[in-house]
């Protein structure tokens, strides 16, 4: 997996304004998974991360599939906690995405095209 950004923001809004961006450039983006919908972290345990060690647990990961003109999409994964998102982009040998593709994803989401600067 490559890390290509990191946002200081929670987990929605971070993954909404990448997936705005992306969408800007002319990207498609498919929310496929997000864990605040299978795993409720408000559970009455008060579940305590066994990760970070919060109570209660604020982890949220979000898997989006990013489609160019054409080809299989890309996956990138977004993983928030304590108010901070990191994006990275699957790169896998069992799940390559494709060059041009990849390269896109990265450039757009570092500001290097669209003009969409999302680096603080």
């Known amino acids: ?29 498919i929310r496929s998974f997000d864990l605040h919908h299978v795993w409720p972290l408000t559970a009455p345990d008060g579940c305590h991360c066994t990760y970070h060690g919060t109570a209660p647990c604020d982890c949220r990961v979000v898997i989006m599939l990013v489609y160019g003109q054409t080809g299989p999409p890309a996956t990138l994964v977004a993983h928030g906690h304590d108010g901070m998102t990191w ?10 995405p494709l060059p041009d593709l990849a390269a896109r994803i990265t450039a757009a989401l570092q500001g290097e095209t669209c003009d969409l600067a999302l680096t603080e």
């Open 87 to 96: 994006f990275t982009l699957v790169d896998t040998p069992e799940q390559r």
């Open 1 to 29: 997996m490559t890390e290509i950004l990191i946002l200081p923001q929670h987990c929605e809004e971070a993954t909404i304004r990448v997936t705005q961006t992306l969408t800007d450039c002319d990207l498609k983006v």
